[in-house]
């Protein structure tokens, strides 16, 4: 199975701060990515998939980038509701899919 | 708006079978373009792909749970299911349907999860 490792684990941040996560593949994946946020007691939703398209309905702040082996997730602008943890999922070979561990990012 | 909800037993003795359902509304589990999933998430921890059906009834696991694992589907319910066998405390988690789309394996709608406790 494709191993998928998030960095940081969890971090504190502003509003208004620009923040970078990372999502980094055990083997080669091209661009079959996708991004999840969570909330607490929520399901996860679905931000970006194929690495770099925002999901229909989520906000112009959030970008992703990358391909292979190494991802990022930025929010140019951390808003409120972006308090959450976020996923990274591969979609490049299965089974199963992966998940990353996650990254919570909390209010500083 | 589709829409998908969990539905079963709350607590799961060991050894039992953990048994859930998945009704899905606002459109056809039927549809060709769509897989249906079941993702599991331990409380604190990340998310475990569980597995996944296609309206045949064709089925994918996860090779970890593969051999405790049966996914059916009920089309005339607009539902489908998951069967988890022989569990343990391993198994507590909140369970999660999902859909899948083909033409890229991400999950685009999310039930909201149930609470599943093993416990005797």
């Known amino acids: 199975a494709i191993r998928m490792t998030q960095s940081p684990s969890s971090f504190s941040a502003s509003t208004g ?19 999840y946020q969570q909330k607490p007691g929520k399901a996860p939703k679905l931000l970006i998939y194929a690495a770099s398209t925002l999901q229909s309905g ?3 702040r959030f970008s992703g980038s990358g391909s292979g082996t190494d991802f990022t997730l930025t929010i140019s602008c951390l808003q409120s509701e972006d308090f959450a943890t976020y996923y990274c ?3 490049y070979s299965y089974p199963p899919w992966t998940f990353g561990q996650g990254t919570k990012v909390e209010i500083k | 708006q589709v829409q998908l909800q969990e ?5 799961v003795k060991p050894s039992q079978t953990l048994s ?6 606002g459109g056809s589990i039927s549809s060709g373009s769509y897989y249906w999933s079941w993702i599991r998430q331990p409380a604190g921890k990340g998310l475990e ?10 089925t994918n ?20 299911s998951l069967k988890l066998s022989s569990v343990t405390a391993a198994d507590t988690a909140v369970y999660y349907c999902a859909r899948e789309r083909m033409v890229a394996a991400i999950f685009d709608y999310w039930g909201q999860g149930t609470l599943v406790t093993v416990s005797s």
């Open chain 2, 49 to 58: 792909w569980i597995g996944r059906i296609y309206t045949s009834g064709s």
């Open chain 2, 7 to 11: 539905s079963g037993p709350g607590l």
């Open chain 1, 89 to 91: 999922q591969q979609y």
């Open chain 1, 17 to 35: 701060d620009r923040v970078t996560i990372t999502c980094r593949a055990s083997q080669g994946i091209s661009s079959y990515l996708a991004w």
């Open chain 2, 20 to 25: 859930l359902t998945c009704t899905v509304s």
């Open chain 1, 58 to 60: 989520v906000p112009s």
């Open chain 2, 61 to 80: 696991y996860n090779p970890s749970l593969k051999s405790r694992v049966t996914i059916s589907v009920d089309t005339s319910k607009n539902q489908f």
